[in-house]
């Protein structure tokens, strides 16, 4: 199961993540995680909300460069070496990660995380046997 | 010194006479020889015998770039293959490169003209030249270097991207002239003073071309290098480097006038100006048979001065450029159309996106920055995509005019857009 992430390409300048986030607050979708890549120039932000398709609607009606990318959101026990493990399947499987970072961290002992791998199916299958739990969008608003 | 006293001092009733004389035969012979002249001249009735003399020039029809490139590669050659001994090439607006050929004749007289403006420069066969324009298909380097041997001069060819060993050979050998671009002269200067080996030279001339440069300049390579810096202009399509260069007294570039006759046209009326005024400046070769070129347009802005030189040359000047009647960049001595560019970008995706070329000089050397916005049809939600695509799009350009340009990605609708004929380059160098 799938995801769907917001990228967007900005210039690394001042105030230009802000006026992104302005947009996204002026459709009413909510950010639930996001990172932010950055090399000399420019930058790429990565954004999970709760209403893809209309952030990057308004983003795109803003003048912004974004689009809609699948990610896998993995939930796994909140506990010493269980991203490890994971990890250890997707590398046996000689499964590139391309980037990932941190959704959220519940009460219930259970942590999130935002995958982006060379080969998305492979790695979900494998994720999968290893006993994560692969979250949809859906499922990621109503944590 | 004159190398050439008889042709470069004659009376302007002889030279005019000679020109004549010289561009009906030319005339004739294009007409029998190349099937695009006699046919441009047939569509307006011209009769070679129309042609009596160099006063009934502007009944001519002009050749331009787009001439030889529809007549690509050979078209406008004037003898069979087997005579022309070499070609030169230039990088072209769509893809296609200009292609010039030269018969042995052709590179005798090209030699003597380089011979001419390095004697104006003050190189003798004493001298060692290091040559250090590019060799090759660009006609600046072997140019330079058979004109530097036709004087007798003990000729380096160096070529260009190597400058430490440039500077090593000039300090090694005494070097005592160079041919290069001012830009890349200035470079070299700036490398020489930071190595404070500038003692250790023994430059005294220095004959620079290929590229648009200001008096300015001139002075400041003159104040750091110690040398007599001139001016030397010339396109590949009328011969190469040779076809003007100016004496010891900088009042403009003295044409070799016997070989090349020059016309200042109106670029909107294409009607010839007043003498003096400032407009296009058009040459028909006299001499050449390879390719033979009428009223050829060169699309460099200009004025003729007809006036003796006080150096005792009778042969007219041409002043300082002012600047092109079309949109192409001399950018490290290469020249590159904003167009080609754009079909760079194409083949990366197909689609054109907006774009904005910047060109600077840093440290004397010109840069060349291309800013393409990223939007759907350039992106990717990786770094490396973007950098995979920044690369791509950095070598497409390099494949397309020969240079490398730094490769900006920008967002969507941050390149001005502009109401009429769309702006593509921002020249900052400061050159008039």
Redesign the interface.
């Known amino acids: 199961m799938k995801a769907k992430q917001v990228s967007v390409f900005i210039e690394n300048r001042e105030g230009r993540l802000e006026e992104v986030l302005s947009a996204i607050k002026a459709a009413g979708v909510n950010i639930l995680s996001l990172s932010l890549a950055d090399t000399r120039e420019y930058g790429l932000l990565r954004l999970i909300v709760s209403d893809p398709a209309k952030a990057d609607k308004a983003l795109k009606e803003g003048g912004f460069s974004s689009m809609l990318t699948d990610v896998l959101v993995v939930r796994l026990n909140n506990e010493v070496g269980s991203l490890q493990d994971l990890l250890c399947a997707v590398a046996k499987e000689k499964i590139n990660l391309e980037y990932m970072y941190g959704l959220t961290i519940e009460k219930a002992g259970k942590a999130s995380l935002v995958i982006k791998a060379s080969d998305l199916d492979k790695a979900a299958v494998v994720l999968k046997k290893a006993g994560a739990e692969l979250l949809s969008n859906e499922e990621i608003v109503s944590l | 010194m004159i190398w050439n006293e008889k042709m470069e001092t004659m009376s302007r009733e002889e030279m005019r006479a000679l020109q004549s004389e010289r561009l009906v035969a030319t005339v004739k012979r294009v007409y029998e020889k190349v099937p695009a002249y006699r046919a441009k001249m047939d569509e307006i009735g011209l009769k070679p015998e129309d042609i009596k003399g160099v006063e009934d020039l502007p009944k001519l029809p002009f050749t331009t770039k787009a001439d030889l490139r529809d007549n690509y590669p050979f078209g406008l050659f004037a003898v069979p293959q087997d005579e022309i001994t070499r070609v030169h090439a230039s990088s072209g607006t769509t893809g296609k490169p200009t292609v010039v050929g030269y018969t042995e004749n052709d590179i005798k007289m090209w030699s003597e003209c380089v011979a001419r403006c390095m004697t104006m420069a003050g190189v003798t066969k004493k001298d060692i030249v290091q040559v250090a324009y590019g060799y090759g298909l660009f006609t600046g380097g072997l140019g330079a270097h058979y004109g530097a041997e036709y004087i007798g001069a003990t000729t380096v060819p160096m070529g260009t991207g190597n400058t430490q060993k440039l500077i090593t050979l000039m300090k090694d050998f005494g070097a005592t002239a160079i041919a290069c671009t001012p830009s890349y002269l200035l470079h070299i200067a700036e490398v020489l003073k930071e190595n404070g080996d500038l003692d250790k030279i023994k430059l005294r001339a220095a004959v620079c071309g290929a590229e648009p440069w200001t008096e300015d300049m001139r002075l400041r390579i003159e104040e750091i290098l110690g040398v007599s810096a001139h001016d030397i202009y010339g396109l590949s399509e009328v011969m190469g480097p040779g076809v003007a260069c100016d004496c010891k007294y900088h009042k403009g570039l003295h044409v070799c006038e016997d070989h090349f006759i020059p016309e200042i046209i109106s670029p909107t009326t294409l009607e010839p100006v007043k003498e003096g005024e400032t407009g296009e400046l058009v040459f028909t070769t006299i001499t050449k048979e390879g390719l033979p070129l009428i009223r050829y347009r060169t699309r460099d802005l200009t004025s003729i001065n007809y006036e003796p030189c006080e150096c005792g040359r009778t042969t007219c000047r041409i002043s300082r450029f002012k600047g092109r009647s079309d949109d192409m960049l001399i950018i490290r001595g290469v020249n590159v159309f904003p167009s080609q560019v754009e079909e760079a970008l194409l083949r990366v995706d197909g689609v054109s996106p907006h774009y904005m070329i910047v060109v600077d000089r840093v440290n004397n050397l010109d840069t060349m920055e291309i800013m393409v916005?990223?939007?759907?049809k350039f992106?990717s939600?990786?770094?490396?995509g973007?950098?995979a695509l920044s690369v791509k799009i950095g070598k497409a350009v390099q494949q397309m005019i020969g240079l490398n340009a730094k490769i900006?990605?920008?967002?969507?609708?941050?390149i001005e857009r502009s109401m009429g004929k769309s702006v593509h380059v921002q020249d900052k160098r400061k050159l008039v």
């Open positions: 916005e990223v939007d759907e992106f939600d990786e770094i490396k973007l950098e900006k990605l920008v967002e969507p609708r941050t």
